[in-house]
Structure formats: C-alpha cells, structure tokens
C-alpha cells in the first residue's frame, strides 16, 4: 500500500531531522507545562524544549493519531451505521445515537472538531471491529511514526494508566499527521457543515494566534490541560506540544513568538553551484535546514580527490555549513560539467 511506505519515509524525515537539535533553554527557564516542546515540521528540527521525554498522559490530544489513520485507510465518503458500543460513550461527545447513519467524515471532523469520544468508538470499531484491536494499530502506526516511548489503550484519550506518550513523541506523530493535506484541512477549520452533522471548533488558538492552523486540545483531571498546536509564518511551519499545562493557549503563543522571531528557515537550490576546484558543481536535490537569525553562516567545499577526469553526475566534492562553529548541513556535491 502505497500510503503505509509513505509514512515510513516522512516519519524516517522527522526522526533523522530532530537530530539536528536548536534547543535555547531561555525559553523554557519558565515553562508553565509539565512537558513541552517545539519542533519545525519540515525538518524535524527541535527549536525549544523542556522535559520533553516524561511519560505523560496526553487526553484528547490522543485523536490526533486517531484521526491520521482514519484518514489513510477508509473511503471518508463512506456512511456507516453507528455501533452500539459507540453509543453514550464516557466525557465529551457528538451524541451519536444507536443504528445512526453518517459518514465517516463527518465522525472525522467530529473527532477534532469537538473531541468526540463517542466518534473515536465509533471510527475505532468501524476500522479494526473493536477498541483493542485499533489500540494495536495505533501502536504499530505510532513507532512507525518515530514515536518510540508512547502506548496506547484507546482511540480517544479516556484515563488509562497504560495510555502516554512524551512531549517529543506527540510532536512527531503531529508533524507526520499535518503533512496530509486532509488532516491539515479538517484541523486548521474553524467550523464544519458537512452531509450529516456541523460544529465548531474548541481549538481557540485558531483565532488567537496570527497563522494557526491546528491541531488538537485535551484535558482530564489526570492530564491536565494538554496542547498540540501548528502556526506557519515567513516560510517556516512550527508545531508545538505542552502537556499538563494551566495556560496551555498562553505558553504555546510564547512557544510560537520565539520560534519565529529566533529561527527562519535556510534554502539550499539544487541549481546554486559550488566549486570544487576548478570544477563548478551542485547539490542533488533541494535542502531546507533551520538556522539561529542573526548566526553568520561559514560555508566549506572539500573536493574529492580522483586521478580522473569528472563527468557530468561525477561526486565531486562535500559541501558542509556551520553556524557558530557548529556544523549544521552536510551534504555531497556533483560535476555539472565534463572536465
């Protein structure tokens, strides 16, 4: 399935790109969260964090990977009926009624939308035909994801003292999830008609924050106040995750401004050439790396030693960027030209 190796690929991205760590502590020096952290979506790159691998409840924001499988292995357009076990389902809900019709994009927007648990019953039965068997799937789907510390009981977030994840692996599955284009569609909308059912969105940082669009709240007495938020400004998509975290819209607007007034992002063209001696040479493919505003840039060609002649496609030569000192891109270079 050509979905299942997708995810493979964008969730290798982001696990080799957190690697690259922009980490300042004079952010989180006054975190308000228990856990939190920040990390650009592209690269996985970690901008900001704090405590970021406890293992924590995470509530609601749970619907997040909930939603991502949905929406990568069912037809949304299809109606089902709604199961019995979906029905009157414990904390938030868009009152599902017994042998309801209604499509499964519906229950979707219902899921983030609103929180619906009893949509999560409804959307799990419907998938794997019970609340066990798609806690497995959201596991397996999890790690493939890069989240390797998290486990999961349930679709919905309902207290379970088996059910957590971390800071940094909620924002990995969130990074995974806003790179398809339906996820990001349902979660950056603010309100919702569709053919069966129409809401609102809880998620205030839609309004409060200039280039939110997304993703999630949670909250349980044991969770606490729970976040996963996504702003894009001046080329550059942040996501950001705090957990048990009293002014959770707050601190995540902090998050953002100093993301974004710290970091931007650095645009490597496949077409800029470089010289490797005499010969002019270039990257095999465009590159975006985040860098530190305000670091002067140091840029290093090492050519290649060969007795040869290059051809055009020949390895010629590495490329390597440093910022402060600090090496943050190494990339191979290639012959544009016969020599």
Not at 199 to 204: D, I, R, T
Request: with cysteine; charged share 20%.
């Amino acid at each position: 399935m050509h979905k299942f190796y997708l995810s493979i690929i964008l969730s290798a991205s982001i696990a080799l790109g957190a690697v690259g760590i922009l980490n300042s502590k004079l952010l989180t020096a006054h975190a308000s969260a228990q856990s939190e952290i920040a990390m650009e979506l592209t690269t996985g790159t970690v901008l900001s964090e704090a405590n970021a691998d406890a293992k924590l409840p995470m509530a609601s924001t749970t619907k997040i990977l909930t939603a991502i499988i949905i929406i990568e292995d069912c037809n949304l357009d299809e109606v089902i009926t709604v199961p019995d076990e979906a029905v009157g389902a414990e904390g938030s809900s868009i009152y599902l009624k017994k042998e309801e019709k209604i499509s499964i994009k519906d229950l979707l927007y219902g899921l983030m939308l609103r929180s619906g648990n009893d949509s999560a019953a409804a959307l799990a039965m419907y998938h794997s035909g019970s609340i066990e068997a798609f806690a497995n799937t959201m596991n397996e789907r999890a790690k493939k994801m890069g989240a390797e510390n998290s486990n999961f009981k349930n679709p919905s977030g309902l207290p379970d003292s088996e059910h957590y994840t971390t800071a940094r692996d909620l924002c990995k599955i969130a990074c995974y999830a806003m790179n398809n284009q339906a996820f990001k569609q349902i979660v950056s909308s603010t309100s919702y008609s569709g053919e069966f059912r129409s809401y609102s969105n809880k998620n205030k940082m839609l309004k409060m924050y200039k280039g939110a669009n997304g993703v999630k709240t949670g909250y349980t007495i044991k969770a606490g106040r729970c976040l996963v938020s996504s702003a894009e400004r001046n080329g550059m998509d942040v996501v950001c995750v705090v957990l048990n975290c009293p002014d959770m819209y707050e601190r995540s607007c902090n998050i953002f401004d100093y993301c974004f007034n710290n970091f931007k992002p650095l645009k490597l063209d496949e077409n800029k050439v470089f010289m490797c001696g005499k010969v002019p040479c270039n990257l095999s493919k465009n590159e975006l790396k985040i860098v530190k505003c305000g670091n002067a840039l140091d840029y290093k060609v090492k050519s290649v030693k060969t007795d040869k002649k290059l051809k055009v496609g020949d390895y010629a030569g590495e490329l390597e960027i440093y910022s402060q000192n600090n090496l943050i891109f190494s990339g191979k270079l290639y012959s544009i030209i016969n020599e």
